[in-house]
């Protein structure tokens, strides 16, 4: 099975910044697509930025220009790293890795999800 592990999370005042890390492990032959979620009470979950295996990303509007999200292929890790935060980012933040495994002789691509980390931005 494959598990993704979420830290970074918590406290921090308006204007501060946080860095987000999710790690993939488990038994799998690659990873495509990696991504950040987050849903906040009330709200359904979004789409916060996406970065494909070659490192092209995608951050939604809302975010751009503050949010960052980069990978370590290596570690098989996602990164989000959060500037400039304001209380509207205040959510569970969950982590997605489309992973590649081997069934049957076959590659199929599944999508993992981590348990969320919560980040909670106030004064």
């Known amino acids: 099975q494959v598990q993704l592990v979420e830290s970074g999370g918590g406290l921090v005042q308006p204007g501060g910044s946080l860095r987000l890390s999710c790690a993939a492990s488990g038994s799998f032959f690659s990873i495509n697509a990696m991504g950040w979620y987050r849903q906040a009470p009330g709200k359904q979950r979004e789409l916060v930025a996406t970065?494909?295996?070659?490192?092209?990303?995608n951050v939604v509007d809302s975010v751009k220009g503050r949010f960052t999200i980069s990978r370590d292929n290596a570690k098989n890790t996602v990164y989000l790293q959060m500037n400039s935060l304001k209380p509207e980012d205040t959510a569970v933040y969950v982590c997605?890795?489309?992973?590649?495994?081997?069934?049957?002789?076959?590659?199929?691509?599944?999508?993992?999800w981590g348990q969320g980390t919560q980040v909670t931005v106030s004064s």
């Open positions: 970065v494909t295996s070659a490192g092209r990303t």
């Open positions: 997605c890795a489309d992973v590649v495994q081997r069934e049957g002789g076959l590659a199929i691509q599944k999508r993992y």
